[in-house]
């Protein structure tokens, strides 16, 4: 049994290799695209919407919601990066109850690029929003003398984020495959449908913990504008 994508290689030159794991994740970005230009190509801003604009409209709305319930705003500034991240992980395990087909998500490689993503996101948000000095000043909070374990929760969570996904994603390939050869008249439908779920919830998981350490980092800013608002109109009127 066959544990991760990486050991199918379909292409080799020296030390440079195309594995399973590439090159599914280079089909799944390109449908990703194809899908998302089909869908987008008739957009109406009129009073009459298609029935897959107004879906679309409900799934952005909800994506957005959920943002904005984490911590962050304007969602539309985050949405991009967090949907994307949502909708690649999604899309690559729900493809899995497909028979053949094997979830980039099922390869630490592919995982531990998706947490780095988020690793790099965190600075660039935290910097943007904090400031260069203020940013930095969370390493040292609440002493100087807690730099160090900082730094290493900064690095555990992301390596944690790779592997969670990880391991979920390919457990789950290897109980399928050990119930199906167990019961193969019974299991597949069942396995199907507990794989389409747990993809869900799998992909869903990780753009919340994405969503909250970008918002670990760059929430002091909008806690500081939600404070000017509320003590501006106040100070207008001592004035």
């Given at each position: 049994m066959?544990?991760?994508?990486?050991?199918?290689?379909?292409?080799?030159?020296?030390?440079?290799?195309?594995?399973?794991?590439?090159?599914?994740?280079?089909?799944?970005?390109?449908?990703?695209?194809?899908?998302?230009?089909?869908?987008?190509r008739?957009?109406?801003?009129?009073?009459?919407?298609s029935?897959?604009q107004?879906?679309?409209e409900?799934l952005?709305?909800?994506?957005?919601?959920?943002?904005?319930?984490m911590?962050l705003?304007?969602?539309?500034?985050?949405?991009?990066f967090l949907g994307?991240?949502?909708l690649?992980?999604?899309f690559s395990n729900i493809?899995?109850?497909?028979?053949?087909?094997v979830?980039?998500?099922?390869?630490?490689?592919?995982?531990?690029?998706?947490?780095?993503?988020?690793?790099?996101?965190?600075?660039?948000?935290g910097?943007q929003?904090r400031g260069?000095?203020?940013?930095?000043?969370m390493?040292?909070?609440?002493?100087?003398?807690?730099l160090?374990f900082n730094?290493?929760?900064?690095v555990?969570?992301?390596?944690?984020?790779?592997?969670?996904?990880?391991g979920?994603?390919?457990?789950?390939?290897m109980?399928?495959?050990i119930?199906?050869?167990?019961?193969?008249?019974?299991f597949p439908?069942?396995?199907?449908?507990?794989?389409?779920?747990t993809?869900?919830i799998q992909a869903?998981?990780f753009?919340v913990?994405?969503?909250?350490y970008?918002?670990?980092?760059?929430?002091?800013?909008q806690?500081?504008e939600?404070k000017a608002?509320?003590?501006?109109?106040?100070?207008?009127t001592q004035?």
């Open positions: 066959e544990i991760t994508p990486d050991i199918f290689i379909y292409w080799q030159w020296h030390d440079f290799k195309i594995n399973a794991t590439i090159a599914i994740t280079w089909l799944n970005m390109l449908l990703l695209v194809l899908g998302a230009w089909s869908v987008t008739k957009l109406s801003d009129g009073g009459s919407l029935r897959w107004n879906l679309l409900v952005v709305s909800g994506m957005e919601e959920q943002i904005h319930d911590g705003a304007p969602p539309r500034e985050f949405l991009p994307s991240l949502f690649f992980v999604l493809l899995s109850v497909i028979p053949g087909y979830a980039p998500t099922g390869s630490l490689s592919t995982t531990t690029a998706l947490a780095v993503c988020v690793f790099l996101s965190v600075p660039l948000w910097i929003r260069l000095s203020g940013y930095l000043r390493y040292i909070k609440p002493s100087v003398f807690m160090p730094v290493m929760g900064e555990s969570r992301t390596l944690a984020l790779a592997v969670r996904l990880f979920n994603v390919m457990s789950g390939s109980i399928a495959g119930l199906l050869s167990i019961a193969p008249l019974f439908v069942l396995m199907q449908l507990l794989g389409l779920i993809g869900v869903y998981i753009a913990l994405a969503a909250v970008i918002a670990a980092a760059a929430q002091m800013e806690q500081r939600a608002e509320v003590q501006g109109p106040s100070s207008n004035g």
